[in-house]
């Protein structure tokens, strides 16, 4: 980890200097609203060129928090829709299908290139899973990362049938 508090936001702690060196040119914060400009801005001073990619969650659709994200200019904003409208509730409880759109909605508006995933075989059928792809095609994102569940004894999707990589395509 590069660390989680900068005191003056310019540096990388210096004992996490020679690992962030190792890391490349592109690196991802999985962390929310002060991550995205005070890790983004250490990072950027280290080194230049690096492309900053940031995971958020919706946060609950707050306009000043994702202000504070969006004014961060990541390379890339990655928020994961996860699953169908459908299965939203069971899947994502705190969350909101139309507040994720949304938030990718108004990422994309601002400017910044979006990046949306989503996990297929918790009970979808094909034409939710279209019109997801639908519904996100008119967001517009650069990449739409899919996993596929795997069904584990233990889990609440322990029942549901494996899906193959061929059924995504």
């Given at each position: 980890e590069?660390g989680r508090?900068?005191?003056d936001?310019?540096a990388?702690?210096p004992?996490?200097?020679?690992?962030f060196?190792a890391?490349?040119e592109r690196?991802?914060?999985?962390?929310?609203?002060?991550?995205?400009d005070?890790?983004?801005?250490?990072?950027r001073h280290?080194?230049?060129t690096?492309?900053?990619?940031?995971?958020i969650?919706?946060?609950k659709?707050?306009?000043a928090?994702?202000?504070r994200?969006?004014?961060?200019?990541p390379?890339?904003?990655?928020h994961?829709?996860?699953t169908?409208?459908?299965?939203?509730r069971?899947?994502?409880?705190s969350a909101?299908?139309?507040?994720?759109l949304?938030?990718?909605?108004?990422?994309a508006?601002d400017?910044?290139?979006?990046k949306?995933?989503?996990?297929l075989g918790m009970g979808?059928?094909v034409?939710?899973?279209?019109?997801?792809?639908?519904?996100l095609?008119?967001?517009?994102?650069?990449?739409?990362?899919v996993n596929?569940l795997?069904?584990?004894?233990?889990t609440?999707f322990?029942?549901r049938?494996a899906?193959?990589p061929?059924?995504?395509i």
């Amino acid at each position: 980890e590069i660390g989680r508090q900068f005191g003056d936001r310019t540096a990388v702690r210096p004992q996490h200097a020679d690992g962030f060196d190792a890391l490349g040119e592109r690196l991802g914060i999985g962390e929310e609203t002060r991550a995205a400009d005070d890790h983004g801005d250490a990072i950027r001073h280290r080194r230049p060129t690096t492309q900053v990619e940031v995971l958020i969650s919706d946060c609950k659709g707050e306009p000043a928090s994702l202000a504070r994200i969006f004014d961060a200019r990541p390379d890339v904003l990655n928020h994961n829709i996860e699953t169908v409208a459908r299965l939203q509730r069971a899947v994502r409880p705190s969350a909101s299908y139309a507040r994720s759109l949304s938030v990718l909605s108004r990422a994309a508006a601002d400017g910044l290139t979006v990046k949306s995933g989503l996990v297929l075989g918790m009970g979808e059928t094909v034409e939710q899973r279209l019109e997801l792809l639908d519904e996100l095609r008119e967001v517009g994102p650069a990449e739409v990362p899919v996993n596929f569940l795997k069904p584990m004894v233990g889990t609440p999707f322990a029942d549901r049938p494996a899906v193959e990589p061929l059924e995504a395509i």
